[in-house]
């Protein structure tokens, strides 16, 4: 719960940028119906863009090879500045499929349950 809230707390940005990778087709306006397959497709490349970029931000600071625990969290909190716009469009990704609210409810809920899990995965083979 710490991590959410320092996380939460740090991404204080205002800006929406969904990076140029994404197929913005897969991006409805917001009330559009689709199939949750759909959903689901339209934001798992945002939800990997973020995530990549905190693994990428852990893995490339001189604290990751000795930290543990909550040095390792302390690591992914200190890289969400660096991420926010990834975030951001993510969030605001999630809003569009799903509603309005909705993307910050994923944030703070289930996304960032999962962040040290997705993280620590995707930098086991640089330690």
């Known amino acids: 719960m710490i991590l959410a809230t320092l996380v939460a707390a740090s991404l204080l940005v205002t800006s929406s940028v969904v990076p ?25 490349p945002l939800v990997s ?33 660096s991420c926010a716009d990834a975030l951001r469009s993510m ?3 999630y809003d569009r499929v799903y509603g309005d609210g909705e993307g910050e409810n994923f944030f703070m809920g289930p996304y960032l349950d999962s962040l040290p899990e997705a993280v620590t995965r995707r930098v086991k083979t640089t330690r």
Do not use: H, W, Y
């Not at 913005?24 to 497709?41: C, F, I, N, V, Y």
């Open 49 to 81: 863009s973020a995530t990549d970029c905190i693994a990428r931000n852990v893995s490339t600071d001189p604290r990751f090879a000795t930290a543990g625990g909550a040095e390792f969290n302390s690591l992914i909190v200190e890289s969400v500045p």
């Open 91 to 93: 969030i605001d990704a």
């Open 20 to 44: 140029a990778s994404v197929d913005r087709s897969m991006l409805p306006g917001r009330g559009m119906r689709m199939p949750a397959e759909q959903k689901a497709a339209a934001i798992r």
